[in-house]
């Protein structure tokens, strides 16, 4: 008896609806509908009288000014030098295309990784806590991970290491740093250098391993994030007369970083002088096995570019201790065309890492 009661209801409540769809527009709307035809309307309409303004209410220009005005200039003027649209920075560098990558120089070694620093933060304590390695003290702010003293296999003394997340010299890439102690009688404070630099490289070649498998699932902590910048530490400084690099890297760093970037940027190193900071260079241009791309488009896809075959000065200055600034000249220290500076520097913002 219920189930037909309910099927009972449920049909009056169908043809109600149905009996609302069919009737209900006409009892509402009328018989034209919601969206009735008015063109006929329209058409027979009276035409009004024009409105007139009484003179209370003026009709001056102040009634009539402009929320936003423009302001009138006072004189004409030109730029000093020709203006150029400045050439966009590309948007990856060859080295980004690998998810991490070991570097070293001298003693020191560190993982480069394609990703922001708020992504590899949680990557590292993820590996930490998959390889059963306590962690003593964190601190997002500086980008710090230590771990406790653990005891290894084969090793006399029990270690802890200390795991750094730096922003990378290109935007949205990361570096990651570890240092190694073994337990001693004072550990209240971190070396300078590891004390065992075998076994530091060893953690950083696991860590880094494990980065790279997890790269694609990796979370992002949204405190490191925003203490730890992804714009990178390399600008380009651009104004009317001159274009140049500024780096935020020491000296050695940064000398041995750019002697790796030149050849990817199409330069051939002929000369160089460390003590004076300086490279002599022959830019070659593209290599015949690319298809095309950045010089393709800014010079128009011609057969062989403008600048190449010509030889040029890379030099390098100490803004401080940790900065650098990159300025290219002609052979003799002379200035070229900013034109030329701001392409060619471009190219070579795009390979230092």
């Known amino acids: 008896m219920r189930r037909w009661v309910s099927l009972t209801g449920l049909a009056r409540v ?5 009996f609302v769809t069919s009737t209900g527009c006409s009892w509402i709307y009328g018989e034209d509908g919601l969206f009735p035809d008015n063109t006929a309307r329209y058409q027979e309409a009276p035409e009004l009288a024009v409105i007139t303004v009484p ?3 003026g009709t001056g220009d102040a009634a009539i000014d402009p929320t936003y005005p423009i302001p009138e200039v ?8 020709e203006f150029g649209v400045p050439r966009p920075t590309p948007l990856t560098s060859a080295s980004q295309y690998e998810t991490v990558r070991i570097q070293r120089l001298g003693d020191e070694s560190w993982a480069l990784v394609a990703v922001a620093p708020g992504q590899l933060w949680p990557q590292v304590r993820a590996f930490l806590t998959a390889s059963g390695i306590g962690v003593a003290a964190s601190d997002a702010q500086a980008g710090l991970i230590d771990t406790q003293f653990v005891e290894l296999k084969e090793r006399p003394l029990s270690t802890r290491f200390r795991f750094r997340v730096d922003s990378g010299v290109q935007r949205n890439t990361a570096e990651l740093h570890v240092l190694q102690q073994n337990q001693a009688v004072d550990n209240s404070s971190w070396p300078e250098s590891s004390d065992d630099l075998e076994l530091e490289q060893e953690m950083l070649r696991n860590v880094s391993q494990f980065i790279a498998n997890s790269a694609e699932s990796a979370p992002i902590s949204m405190m490191a994030d925003r203490a730890m910048s992804a714009a990178g530490r390399i600008s380009l ?4 007369s001159y274009t140049r690099l500024r780096l935020v890297l020491p000296f050695n760093r940064a000398w041995a970083s750019v002697n790796k970037a030149l050849p990817e940027a199409g ?11 300086v490279f002599y260079v022959t830019f070659v241009g593209q290599q015949e096995d690319d298809d095309g791309g950045w010089f393709d488009w800014m010079w128009g896809g011609e057969d062989e570019h403008p600048l190449a075959n010509k ?24 200035q070229i065309p900013r034109r030329d500076q701001q392409a060619l520097l471009t190219l070579i913002k795009g390979s230092i890492n």
Not at 14 to 18: D, I, L
Not at 311 to 321: C, F, R, T, W
Request: hydrophobic content about 35%; overall charge negative; some cysteine.
């Open 14 to 18: 169908c043809f109600f609806t149905a």
């Open 55 to 57: 003179p209370s209410a």
């Open 74 to 81: 006072s004189e004409n003027f030109r730029l000093e030098s």
């Open 237 to 240: 400084e651009d104004t009317e």
């Open 267 to 277: 330069f051939a190193i002929d000369d160089k002088n460390r003590s004076e900071g």
């Open 311 to 334: 030889q040029y000065m890379v030099k390098l200055a100490s803004l401080s201790e940790d900065e650098m600034l990159i300025s290219l000249f002609g052979t003799e220290g002379g």
